[in-house]
């Protein structure tokens, strides 16, 4: 292999890296996706919810787990949200009437989203389905919670409560 | 040059994977390796019943049907 060719190789390794390198999203901001709310055309304003602890939790309806999720994240919104505690769900799926349809059979107390462009998932870099999360009162991503099994409700009870206890600077 | 396009097929081909989101149409049943698990179940049961010497998988019979 001649030098120049091997360049090129190197230069491709590097171009491939820097896409499967992520960026880390805990620490840092939550971003602005193209979420609409419920069946409006309206984007969802994550600036809307600063002072308060919110979960944005990723689903779809062909994900047995998201779906298995739901009536524990409605119950603990509905315990929760006198103390400043909201969920926000964004749905991915292709088709929105499905979900619709899936959510008048289901219904849930907690805002929800619909993005079936791909567009918000790829800005949290969304690494499973379902995803979680975890966003501080300053507007800040604390934490991210992969997958849903019902061993995971204590760990996600305690996270809520622990980032409600922390005092707005 | 030939190898250099084949390095580079194999280093791209990892990055056109299915994003999390994306996996709908994957999910869906007819997508699974064995789409009808209860029609095949039934003619595993059938098979193995009437010829109990062919086979090696599923619940083996002795020929009556019952089990």
Known sequence: ?????????????????????????????????????????????????????????????????????????????NELVSQGFEIIAINVDDDREGALAFLKAYPVDYLLGFDSSGVCPSTFDVKAMPSSYFIDKQGRVRDIHLGYRENDQRYIRNKITELLAEKRP | MYKVIILWVIIFLPACSVKPWERGNLAKQKMAINPNPGLNALRDHAFTSKEASQGGFGSSGGGCGCN
């Open chain 1, 1 to 77: 292999m001649r030098g120049g060719e091997l360049k090129i190789l190197i230069a491709c390794i590097f171009l491939v890296a820097s896409f499967i390198v992520s960026a880390e999203m805990v620490g840092q901001k939550v971003p602005f996706c193209p979420a609409k709310i419920n069946a409006s055309e309206q984007n969802i304003d994550f600036e809307k919810y600063r002072g308060k602890v919110i979960l944005i939790d990723f689903w779809a309806t062909w994900c047995p787990p998201c779906k298995q999720s739901m009536p524990f994240l409605n119950a603990l919104r």
